[in-house]
């Protein structure tokens, strides 16, 4: 019973370098934040945009689309933007972008310079559809269902090995059904 | 009344630290705004490091401490600003962890090692005081073979 | 040239490391002093060695040497001279070989002033030392080498992190390295003892002196640590519970739990398998905290830049020295011979409770830190464990152990007289009531907490003190005789009675900060701002510019009761390079209390946010630390841990006749 109770440590070592061999390989980017609103609806939303009409939720239903919040004064943003355009101009993806925390004549001035992949522009200047969709910064892209549904939240820039292994597989699975 | 006062200075005993509420983000009803407080003080602040939203100064603080604010004073009671909160960001932003069966284990551990220790402790402790106690007088046959050894050794 | 110098500097420190590992370990088996002594000199060798590869480290910082990638990296030709020799070690690589320069000095110490030990301990610990020089040595070369070239060579630097550029910051990394690999000395002896298969009070005296020199020096890091934060930091916190600040606690609070049970090894010869255990427990967390600090698993403010190879690599170095030692005392423990017998009720039983609440305090740490990690891996949700946790959580556990510091060193050894013991204190409990008293009124009732808190600590305070005036017999008779006493009293016992009364200290400063005051306010030049009876007046603010930065300065006028107090400068800094503010705040201090501002954003209008802080006997909390180190630092000059065990007198004689 006593050598039993010595060897205690050692196997519960055993265990804990266990957890961290796992969270070394297989565990996720500890900065990366699981957003509880995957397979939830799209929060609902109503915000003036860049072309003078209103852009809220009603617009996106029936297809598969992606809501992308981004903001002039956001550097990875300008990395992501030409994966946006492929997406838009090639694959056809709709995509609404939602600028977040920008002034008006900042996010023109963003799209006249580098281009529009978005189908309409929403102008969340307070912020609060941002929180509404639990973002804690800039880029963040959402994909959203012909139910309306949030079925992945990227919370960093998209890279091209994502949006090739990752995102176009499942806007087709999500077109298909 | 009294208990809304009572529950951010009882709070305050366990957590007053550093704040960074802004002047102009505060509520004008001092019991809506002791409320905002003891809330924030136990909500992450998420793009920092294990900072509460209202010790930080990073913009998503700030919009939360107004976001809460707006909440409590359209009426909303506390655990429905954590709830709402819970449901956009997850339960990551609550710096307490709810006691649920998914936290048993952290929140009743440290209990179970102490009791656990403590329980080892004491059979350890009885184990070195037991062999303390003298030991039993010999009885006659002990004895008489005890006098024939002594005998033998000479 | 150098650079390359110092990279072959260490790898020749490697092979020496992997011969002191290996030889003298058959030595100590074979009893061949020959092979023992090699221990001694590969020990000082590997000191030199890796002495060249740091000074060559250093020697690429100091010239800006930007060919060198770990400068190029992390420094910058603006940067001042003290910046550019602290910043060799304010990343991954550089901090690496300040951990082995470390370790080598360890090293070298037990082979320079362990003249004392049996050769066959002394062997075997220079061999586990050895060891875990050779892995760490071996992790350097193979994933973190700091003199990788670049070619062609950059112009300049990417600079490093301004919030670095801080001399608090700049040192508190050696001291918290003297700290976390101090205790690998411990470490060795219990890993040497298990091998030997003996643990005696001589094993204990020895262990005793490496120990509180490691502790004293992880007390003062800590204490650096978080005086730094509080300085640039959130707005006046000290302690975030973050990851990495938890990685230093649990080493502390395991060492101190090993620091006292070494002393029933010692004394009684009893709690030896618990010390030996604590002793490995306490290096086991210092790698842990290495590996969750650079493997990335952890987020963390403090985390350097992280490599997923770099992970594996130490969790294969916890694996071998933590699962090697670990099954060692599995195998071995279980044979050391018990000592001496005692009552639950006397001093060893008040140090088996020390032990208890110190490692379940540090259990809970551990817990908290890591919760969210496991519950993340079983697919549970992403949690966060803060303050509120540990509140909850550890506070609780040290009320009992803060109660009990002041019983312990009144129970006798063997079986103690509680009773006795409590009526001995009641000037320690009539101290209890008036602070209350006292507490309740300042502050009208203010936090319950607080005010027991403050209790606690003068409980604490005026209980060493008493304890110590009973051994100098103050009072109870003549001052000259008390003052004889007090002279030949072992220093260790003045030592202990210092580190516990800046435990109280530092107690006091931890409750006291229920009654902060806080005032944020946007204030013109010409306004003022009142907080607790001061009087701040805003002068004027005034656009700098430093050695690699902008910044704009207030200058803030202090006055009390009309009486100027202070002139207080905060700033707020942007440096180019990095397109990062940090803020310098301005404390003044009366060592009772601080006044602290930070300087925040302008209206646009010519009005600025002044945070105004008012912070009641927060600087004891690091005062209190200084105490305990201090107290570490007499008991570690004692004579006796220095003589050893003692030998008769003709022996000693003879000995130095044939001139050792």
Redesign the interface.
């Given at each position: 019973m006593r050598r039993l109770l010595f060897s205690l440590p050692v196997a519960l070592f055993v265990v804990l370098a266990a957890y961290f061999g796992f969270a070394l390989f297989a565990g996720g980017d500890p900065h990366a934040i699981p957003s509880p609103l995957v397979t939830q609806p799209a929060p609902a939303f109503n915000l003036a945009s860049l072309d003078g009409e209103s852009l809220s939720r009603e617009a996106l239903a029936g297809q598969v689309t992606l809501i992308n919040f981004f903001a002039s004064w956001c550097v990875p943003c300008r990395a992501e933007h030409p994966l946006l355009m492929r997406l838009a101009e090639q694959e056809h993806v709709p995509i609404y972008g939602i600028a977040y925390k920008d002034k008006k004549a900042d996010t023109e001035r963003f799209i006249t310079g580098l281009g529009s992949p978005y189908r309409r522009i929403g102008l969340d200047e307070g912020g609060r559809v941002g929180v509404e969709f639990g973002i804690t910064g800039v880029p963040e892209t959402f994909v959203i269902d012909k139910a309306g549904r949030i079925r992945r939240h990227y919370g960093a820039p998209l890279t091209a090995d994502q949006v090739r292994n990752d995102l176009l597989p499942l806007l087709r699975e999500l077109a298909r059904g | 009344m009294k208990q809304f006062l009572l529950l951010p200075i009882f709070l305050a005993a366990f957590t007053a630290r550093a704040l960074a509420v802004e002047p102009g983000e505060r509520l004008t009803d001092p019991v809506l705004e002791a409320r905002a407080r003891a809330i924030s003080k136990e909500l992450r602040c998420l793009v920092c490091q294990n900072e509460s939203i209202d010790d930080s100064n990073a913009a998503l603080a700030h919009d939360l401490r107004v976001l809460l604010r707006e909440r409590l004073a359209a009426g909303d009671s506390d655990q429905g600003v954590r709830d709402f909160l819970v449901s956009r960001y997850g339960q990551f932003v609550l710096l307490r962890p709810p006691i649920e069966p998914a936290t048993y284990v952290l929140w009743f551990g440290p209990f179970v090692v102490l009791t656990l220790g403590a329980i080892g402790s004491w059979l350890y402790l009885r184990r070195r005081a037991a062999a303390e106690r003298p030991p039993a007088p010999l009885d006659e046959s002990e004895r008489r073979r005890l006098a024939r050894l002594m005998k033998e050794e000479g | 040239m150098i650079a390359e110098l110092g990279h072959f500097a260490l790898i020749l420190a490697l092979l020496l490391a992997l011969l002191q590992a290996s030889v003298p370990l058959a030595g100590a088996a074979r009893r061949d002093l020959g092979w023992m002594a090699l221990a001694r000199r590969t020990a000082l060798g590997q000191l030199v060695l890796v002495s060249l590869a740091f000074a060559a480290l250093i020697h690429a910082y100091v010239t800006s040497d930007f060919s060198v990638a770990n400068v190029f990296e992390n420094s910058h030709s603006a940067k001042p001279l003290l910046y550019k020799v602290t910043g060799a070690w304010g990343n991954h690589e550089g901090s690496m070989v300040l951990w082995v320069f470390i370790l080598a000095l360890c090293g070298a110490a037990v082979a320079g002033f362990g003249g004392n030990l049996p050769a066959e301990l002394r062997a075997r610990v220079l061999a586990v030392q050895g060891m875990i020089g050779s892995g760490f040595l071996l992790f350097i070369l193979l994933t973190s080498d700091p003199f990788h070239r670049l070619v062609p060579a950059p112009l300049d630097g990417r600079g490093l992190n301004p919030v670095l550029q801080d001399p608090g910051l700049a040192f508190h990394p050696p001291f918290l390295y003297l700290g976390y690999v101090g205790f690998s000395v411990a470490f060795s002896f219990a890993v040497a003892a298990l091998i030997e298969g003996r643990v005696d009070a001589a094993w204990a005296r020895w262990v005793r002196p490496w120990t509180l020199a490691a502790w004293c020096a992880l007390t003062i890091g800590i204490a650096m640590g978080s005086w730094w934060a509080y300085y640039t930091l959130?707005?006046?916190?000290w302690w975030?519970?973050?990851p990495v600040e938890n990685a230093s606690l649990m080493p502390w609070l395991v060492g101190t739990a090993l620091l006292h049970s070494a002393i029933v090894v010692e004394k009684r010869e009893?709690l030896k398998?618990w010390t030996i255990?604590l002793a490995?427990?306490t290096f086991?967390l210092s790698l842990?905290g290495t590996?969750l600090v650079r493997?990335?698993?952890?987020?963390?403010?403090h985390a350097f830049a992280v490599d997923?190879a770099r992970?594996?690599f130490i969790?294969l170095l916890?694996?071998v020295a933590?699962?090697g030692s670990?099954?060692l005392?599995?195998v071995r423990?279980?044979s050391l011979k018990?000592g001496g017998?005692?009552?639950?009720i006397s001093r060893?039983?008040a140090l088996?409770?020390n032990?208890?609440?110190l490692?379940?305090a540090a259990?809970?740490v551990f817990?908290?830190t890591?919760?969210p990690?496991?519950?993340?891996?079983l697919g549970?949700?992403?949690?966060?464990?803060?303050?509120?946790?540990f509140?909850?959580?550890?506070?609780p556990?040290m009320v009992p152990l803060l109660i009990a510091v002041a019983v312990g060193p009144l129970l006798a050894w063997k079986r103690g007289d509680l009773l006795g013991a409590l009526q001995r204190l009641w000037l320690a409990v009539a101290a209890v009531a008036v602070v209350i008293l006292i507490g309740l009124y300042l502050t009208h009732g203010?936090?319950?907490?607080?005010v027991l808190g403050l209790g606690l600590a003068a409980w604490v305070f005026t209980s060493a003190l008493v304890e110590w005036a009973e051994r100098v017999k103050l009072g109870r008779t003549s001052a000259g005789e008390t003052w004889r006493r007090a002279r030949y009293l072992p220093r260790a016992a003045h030592g202990m009675t210092l580190a516990h009364l800046g435990l109280a200290v530092t107690l006091a400063g931890i409750a006291a900060?229920?009654?902060?005051e806080?005032r944020?306010?946007?204030v013109r030049p010409g306004q003022d701002l009142t907080i607790a009876g001061y009087a701040l007046h805003l002068d004027e603010v005034a656009q700098i510019a430093g050695a690699n930065f902008t910044a704009d300065r207030a200058r803030i006028t202090v006055s009390k009761d009309g009486k100027l107090t202070a002139e207080m400068d905060p700033e707020k800094r942007f440096f180019p390079v990095q397109q990062m503010p940090t803020s310098v705040t301005a404390i003044h201090t009366n060592l009772l209390a601080d006044l602290y501002v930070a300087l925040?954003d302008s209206d646009g209008s010519g009005g600025w946010?002044i945070?105004a802080?008012w912070k009641p006997l927060v600087p004891w909390i690091w005062i209190g630390a200084v105490f305990m180190a201090l107290g570490g630092l007499l008991s570690l000059s004692d004579r006796r841990w220095r003589i050893g065990v003692a030998v008769r007198a003709p022996h000693a004689a003879r000995a130095a006749a044939a001139g050792d």
């Open positions: - | - | 959130g707005w006046g916190g975030f519970w973050d009893a398998s255990l490995i427990l086991s842990i590996f493997s990335g698993v952890l987020t963390s403010v997923p992970g594996t969790l916890l694996l933590i699962g670990l099954s005392y599995a423990a279980p018990g017998l005692f009552a639950p060893e039983g088996v409770l032990n208890l609440l490692t379940t259990a809970t817990l908290g890591l919760y990690l496991f519950s993340e891996e549970g949700p992403k949690l966060s464990v803060g303050f509120p946790f509140d909850r959580t550890f506070a556990l203010g936090p319950a907490l607080a900060s229920a009654w902060q806080e944020i306010e946007i925040g946010t945070r802080y």
